[in-house]
């Protein structure tokens, strides 16, 4: 089975539908992330969490919210689903780097990504 | 602010050695990442240094100059498998997460 699974694989929606896309990890890992990926821009980060209580806010978190259901659960809603918001969504999870004085390396495992087409 | 530069398209021939490079501008620098994706893939990790030097994995070697800001992607005795978009990330410590460059699209051809 995959350590990080993100469902549905593919959606489509109507502008202004409210959609959640969901994210389950069995790696034990603390930390997730909520990535979108458009052609030519990379991976953009929208919101991050690092533990359950803990939500911040990424690059390009306007027009998203998130909850962090438990360790294992990281969902990603847009209120109002926009054409702009047609992209290719990761969920990430990662462990925190443990070194004392620095960060030793951060391997972030991604799920296989969400297709998502506003009309 | 923080940004990370990298060629939008490198093209290679098979067994052939092909170089992508990425500067960056960080604050409170940590290490430089490299991550490959295959076309409907997910990313996948492939290296990090958080040191000057070259760390070498197999076929594919990572370089890092903290003085320079600079860091470059060795991939050697390319396979048609190596066809991919590659992308540099710095971990930055300020923000306690990786910001990823907008990736290079690796062709290889027969």
């Known amino acids: 089975d995959a350590d990080v699974t993100q469902t549905p694989r593919n959606r489509i929606t109507k502008t202004g539908k409210r959609i959640m896309l969901e994210c389950s990890q069995t790696?034990?890992?603390?930390?997730m992330y909520w990535y979108r990926q458009d052609p030519g821009l990379g991976l953009r980060l929208i919101y991050y969490?690092?533990?359950?209580?803990?939500?911040n806010k990424g690059e390009i978190s306007d027009g998203y919210s998130v909850s962090r259901q438990a360790q294992a659960k990281f969902s990603l809603s847009l209120e109002s689903a926009i054409p702009n918001q047609t992209a290719l969504y990761f969920c990430?999870?990662?462990?925190?780097?443990?070194?004392?004085?620095?960060?030793?390396?951060?391997?972030?495992?991604f799920g296989p990504g969400t297709r998502l087409l506003v009309l | 602010g923080q940004s990370l530069e990298q060629p939008s398209e490198v093209t290679a021939v098979e067994g052939a050695i092909v170089q992508i490079n990425c500067t960056y501008q960080t604050s409170g620098f940590y290490g430089l990442s490299w991550y490959q994706q295959h076309d409907g893939g997910a990313p996948t990790f492939l290296s990090y240094n958080a040191l000057d030097g070259l760390e070498e994995t197999g076929r594919f070697s990572s370089f890092l100059s903290r003085s320079d800001s600079y860091g470059y992607l060795l991939l050697q005795e390319l396979q048609m498998k190596d066809s991919a978009s590659y992308f540099c990330?710095?971990?930055?410590?300020?923000?306690?997460?990786?910001?990823f460059g907008a990736g290079t699209r690796l062709a290889v051809h027969p």
């Open positions: 990330a710095v971990f930055s410590g300020g923000y306690n997460k990786l910001i």
């Open positions: 790696k034990g890992h603390d930390r």
């Open positions: 969490s690092f533990d359950v209580k803990d939500i």
């Open positions: 990430a999870t990662s462990d925190p780097p443990g070194l004392a004085g620095g960060p030793a390396e951060e391997t972030q495992y």
